[in-house]
């Protein structure tokens, strides 16, 4: 039997998922489940495990993210419940006044999403956004929007994250060098985006709506007594921290010789900066700051983390669901199918092109498959391949890794974990989120693209 075309492959399981999600209403999950067996059926491969490797992939994606969602959905429940939130809440509204609280999430996002993958970055910034709209009454898709922006725009192009990393290391770029250009690429697009934002998020009215996972929001926490600022902090603070110490160390200890007393710092920070024992530290706290507060009963303790479990495993099904979906278009060889509709004719083009290869490789491999870290690990592949001599490039090849970075928040949707953290813990409709949320990513890719190709023409490091 001839082997199908992969493109083929890919708009058949794009029109699946999208027909059942949106045209029949049919769940998420069983959706993207449905949507990952049309592709591995039409993929090459045994007959015997083209269902097999659906429920493999499926695994793989809950083993990764599995247990730092219900760890995070416990931490954010016991955080609203306990009063931690409204506490961190007021702070942020004192130092940036109610009228400007959006912004201190968007900065928040911005610079949290550095050393932190932007998953985490949202579990532990939700419950902010919807104690903020609570108390100010500001736009609650404005705030929930400008959170999110804020922290993928650094996700795909600041170092430590793993993506970035990746994409310096495949185009030979010096880390600190990708970290200032990052930055310096990735502000202005930040500016910009939070006017859109405003702009866009007033044209939508949207409520925020009840959700389990973060309990009663109906203002201050009840009996008017509400934990310190530090003990707020910490069960925020610690899993940032403990993380990005553990990358900052794997950093430095791989960066040369690494002496036994720094091997030793790497081991200690393994265990402590591990994501699901980070979380793990971070829900105990945030439950003994409950307890300690509020002496919640054991009933009111019990339901309160069935709930808010119950909640992450309706969000683990669908983001592993996605991840399956993923999977089985790489066993559909759609990489190779993308590469070989951009190699033919590029050799000779000069760097705007290449800026442009760049992004539009990362742009189709991130609405293939959903996931931005893969998406920057194939497009900076195939580029590196590509690229000519620095001199015919006309400036320094940071700038292309900053196009992959930015071409992999292109096209955010619904095979995309992201999408669906937004469209589930945020309250939102699928209809919704495509309308709100994919546009906004979408046009911080294409502005943050367009800002990097001008700083390559003013500003080319070469």
């Known amino acids: 039997m001839p082997e199908i075309h992969p493109l083929f492959i890919l708009a058949a399981g794009l029109l699946t998922a999208v027909v059942l999600i949106i045209v029949l209403r049919l769940n998420a999950f069983l959706s993207l489940i449905t949507a990952s067996l049309v592709v591995s059926l039409m993929s090459p491969g045994a007959p015997a495990e083209k269902i097999s490797r659906v429920a493999e992939a499926f695994g793989a994606t809950a083993g990764k993210i599995g247990i730092v969602i219900a760890l995070a959905a416990v931490t954010g429940s016991c955080l609203i419940r306990s009063g931690a939130a409204d506490r961190i809440v007021r702070f942020f509204v004192y130092r940036t006044g109610e009228k400007r609280c959006e912004v201190s999430l968007l900065a928040s996002g911005f610079f949290l999403s550095i050393p932190v993958f932007y998953d985490t970055v949202f579990y532990l910034l939700l419950p902010l956004a919807r104690s903020m709209h609570v108390r100010t009454k500001k736009n609650y898709l404005l705030l929930v929007l400008c959170m999110g922006a804020g922290a993928s725009i650094t996700h795909s192009l600041v170092p430590p994250t793993p993506g970035p990393l990746i994409i310096a290391g495949t185009l030979g770029v010096d880390i600190g060098t990708m970290i200032l250009v990052g930055i310096l690429v990735s502000l202005p697009t930040a500016f910009i985006v939070y006017f859109f934002i405003r702009f866009y998020a007033g044209r939508f009215s949207i409520p925020m709506r009840e959700f389990k ?122 990489g190779p199918a993308v590469q070989d509709l951009f190699t033919a004719g590029t050799a000779g083009n000069g760097g705007t092109a290449m800026l442009f290869m760049g992004f539009l490789m990362a742009f189709i491999m991130k609405f293939a498959q959903g996931s931005s870290t893969v998406a920057m690990i194939t497009a900076s592949a195939m580029i590196a391949a590509m690229i000519p001599s620095r001199s015919t490039l006309g400036f320094h090849p940071v700038y292309l890794a900053a196009a992959v970075g930015f071409g992999a928040q292109c096209g955010n949707w619904m095979n995309d974990s992201g999408f669906w953290l937004f469209a589930k813990m945020g309250g939102f409709t699928e209809l919704e989120t495509l309308k709100t949320w994919t546009v906004t990513v979408s046009l911080m890719a294409v502005c943050g693209f367009l800002i990097t190709w001008l700083f390559s023409a003013v500003l080319p490091l070469i």
């Open 213 to 334: 996972i973060a309990g009663p929001e109906t203002g201050p926490a009840p009996g008017g007594r509400l934990p310190g600022l530090a003990v707020s902090l910490l069960p925020v603070l610690y899993p940032l921290l403990a993380i990005s110490a553990h990358t900052m160390v794997s950093m430095l200890a791989g960066a040369g010789d690494a002496g036994p007393r720094l091997l030793h710092v790497r081991a200690f920070t393994a265990l402590l900066g591990d994501p699901n024992a980070a979380m793990l530290a971070s829900a105990a706290m945030a439950i003994l700051i409950w307890i300690r507060t509020k002496h919640p009963g054991r009933k009111a303790f019990r339901d309160s983390m069935e709930n808010a479990l119950m909640s992450a495993g309706v969000i683990i099904l669908i983001t592993s669901a996605g991840g399956a979906f993923g999977a089985m278009l790489k066993a559909a060889r759609l």
